[in-house]
């Protein structure tokens, strides 16, 4: 038979200064983080200094997104949560919470993705010399698949953020 699970109102209140202390230490890193990639950054790795800031804002806007906005209580053993933040009081479903949240790790993956294609593209200008060197002309490789469709349309990462 399932059995009713409640929180009392103490470890509902223990739950959210736990929630609340988390988001404060990982803003704190977040900003650290962020003001070392502005200025910590070389000139010649701008366009990977742009992600990886991306990445920075898309982790804090998720944070505030899970931590002050929707704030999920889990209730576990159950698979399960309910929520008693900002925008759940406004009446907000928590489903809107959790597409939000997948749309940002979506775009967070994607751009991690884009930062390893930029630094293999880096690493391959460096050793293309050397293997034309040694093979010939292998300018056909420049032709095929990521590389291709990065050069012919540069802003492949407007789409994920005018869907947000």
């Given amino acids: 038979p399932m059995q009713g699970i409640y929180l009392s109102p103490e ?17 704190f890193c977040n900003l650290i983080a962020f003001i070392c990639l502005i200025k910590e ?22 944070d505030v997104n899970l931590g002050i906005l929707f704030q999920a209580f889990p209730l576990f053993p159950v698979f399960g949560a309910y929520c008693d933040g900002i925008m759940c009081r406004l009446g ?20 991690i993705i884009i930062c390893f294609f930029y630094r293999h593209q880096s690493l391959v200008k460096v050793r293309f010399t050397e293997l ?8 056909w490789i420049r032709q095929r698949g990521l590389y ?6 540069p802003s492949v990462m407007a789409v994920p953020m005018v869907a947000l």
Wanted: proline share 3%; net charge positive.
């Fill in 92 to 111: 907000v479903p928590i489903r809107y919470s959790f597409a939000l949240t997948i749309a940002i790790i979506g775009n967070i993956g994607a751009s």
């Fill in 11 to 27: 470890l509902q209140s223990t739950i959210q200064i736990g929630q609340r202390i988390l988001l404060s230490f990982s803003c």
């Fill in 132 to 139: 034309q060197r040694t093979f010939g002309d292998l300018n």
């Fill in 148 to 153: 291709r469709i990065f050069t012919k349309t």
């Fill in 41 to 62: 950054t070389p000139e010649n790795q701008s366009k990977f200094r742009y992600y990886l800031c991306y990445i920075q804002i898309l982790v804090v806007i998720n």
